[in-house]
Each structure stands twice: as structure tokens, then as C-alpha cells.
């Protein structure tokens, strides 16, 4: 299993020294990557845990003010990356194309992309839910090549989940699980990795797990409580 911690913008670096320590005192039995504020990836540099980011540049290098770069991040021992989050798509504005040519840079220095693909509540009630998800691949996945994308992680989070505490039933999910899977196997002809984010809480978690099809999860705002955190892993 593959657990990805997104902390977003929250703590402070006398927080995440803390954290860290935390964090690290313990082997998992999952790989647990943690994604820290940029400015806090080099502090993140134990043994327990994989680094990821939870962005990167679309450009290469240069004169991208407050931009950071895949090579930066490679240079930080970052592994995994976020792209496509949906705050990214929806404060930034950032669309396919972009996260596409985010990819291809994390290719280029072999970091593994976690791409965020979901649904709001009205696309699932207007029944647009596989048509937003097939948009958004084929999208992000343009010119990739099949070695390329075994190598993408999918993370699927429902928009009207994240952060609310309204989660989908386990049935939801591994609907919509089977059929990522079943997608991108006879589009791409390879098998993929899909977790699922949104409002995951130590009271939820035990249910996921039973989800036979997911390969992990995206935990937002509850992974910031590294103690319960640990206790739940
Ligand atoms: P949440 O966030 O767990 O706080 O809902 C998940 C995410 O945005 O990745």
C-alpha cells in the first residue's frame, strides 16, 4: 500500500521539526511518502518514509519566479510528486496541458507523478462522473509514452470529498477504482496504481482498507496529526 500524506500549506518549521522526528521513529509496513511545504523538503530526509512534492514547475529552469523545478526537487531526494490537485486546478487555474507537461518533466528526472483526477458533486449528478475521468487522463497522458505511464500513480478524489467529511461508500469507490483500471489497461495496455483521497480520518480509514481494488491513499488535512497518524498505520 502506498500512503501519501499531504500536508498542504499548514505548519510551521518549528511544527514540521517535530513532525519529522515523529514521523521517522518507526518502520511501516506501507510505503508512506510524505509531502511537506517545498520549503520544508530538505528537512524531510529520513529512512522511514519516500519524499514527495506537492508541486512542481511546468517550465524547466530559469527565470520562473517562486517556481520550483523537477531537478530541484531530484536534487532534494524528492521520489513522488502531486500534480493535478484540484486546489491547483481550481486556485491556479491549472489545466491538463499543464499538468501534462508537469509529467514530462518529473519523467525526466524519474520522480513518480501522483495524479489527482475527480469529479464535483454536480458532474456526478449530471452523470458526467466517466467523462470527466477519461477527459482528464487522456489529457494528462498525451504523448506519454506505455513505459511511462505504468509508472503513474492515479489518485482518485471525489472535489465535493476533500476536506468537507463527506465521503463516497466503499461501493462508490470501488466502482470507480475498477473503472479507471479498466480504462487506462485497454487504452494504455498497462496495469496502474489508483488511491483514493478525501476526508480520510482514523474513523474512516479501517472501512477504506477493506476496498480490495485500491493500491493506497492521499490523506489531506488528518495527516497533519502525525501521532494518530502513526497509531492508524
Ligand atoms: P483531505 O484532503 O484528506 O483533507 O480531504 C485530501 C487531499 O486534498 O489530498
Redesign the pocket.
Known amino acids: 500500500m502506498l500512503i501519501v500524506l499531504?500536508h498542504?500549506m499548514n505548519l510551521t518549521y518549528q511544527d514540521v521539526l517535530d513532525y519529522e522526528k515523529k514521523l521517522n521513529d518507526r518502520n511501516y509496513k506501507d510505503t508512506v511518502v510524505v509531502c511537506p511545504s517545498s520549503a520544508y523538503l530538505p528537512i524531510f530526509q529520513g529512512n522511514n518514509y519516500k519524499l514527495g512534492s506537492q508541486d512542481v514547475s511546468a517550465y524547466e529552469k530559469g527565470s520562473h519566479t517562486g517556481d520550483i523545478a523537477s531537478s530541484q526537487l531530484k536534487s532534494l531526494n524528492v521520489s513522488y510528486c502531486l500534480v493535478g490537485?484540484s486546489?491547483r486546478r481550481k486556485y491556479y487555474k491549472e489545466c491538463n496541458k499543464i499538468i501534462n507537461q508537469k509529467i514530462k518533466n518529473l519523467l525526466a528526472e524519474d520522480i513518480t507523478s501522483i495524479l489527482c483526477i475527480g469529479e464535483t458533486k454536480e458532474e456526478r449528478n449530471d452523470n458526467k462522473l466517466k467523462e470527466v475521468l477519461i477527459k482528464d487522463i487522456a489529457e494528462c497522458f498525451q504523448d506519454l509514452k506505455k513505459e511511462n505511464i505504468e509508472n503513474i500513480v492515479i489518485a482518485y478524489?471525489p472535489i465535493w470529498?476533500?476536506?468537507t467529511g463527506v465521503v463516497p461508500t466503499n461501493q462508490d469507490i470501488e466502482e470507480v477504482v475498477s473503472f479507471i483500471k479498466k480504462y487506462i489497461k485497454n487504452h494504455y495496455q498497462v496495469d496502474i496504481k489508483v488511491l483514493y483521497?478525501?476526508?480520510?480520518n482514523e474513523s474512516n480509514y479501517n472501512t477504506f482498507k477493506t476496498i480490495t481494488s485500491l493500491d493506497g491513499f492521499?490523506?489531506?488535512?488528518?495527516s497533519l496529526k502525525v501521532e494518530e497518524l502513526k497509531e492508524l498505520l
Do not use: A, D, V
Open positions: 499531504n498542504k490537485h486546489e478524489e470529498s476533500i476536506g483521497g478525501g476526508s480520510i492521499l490523506i489531506g488535512g488528518f
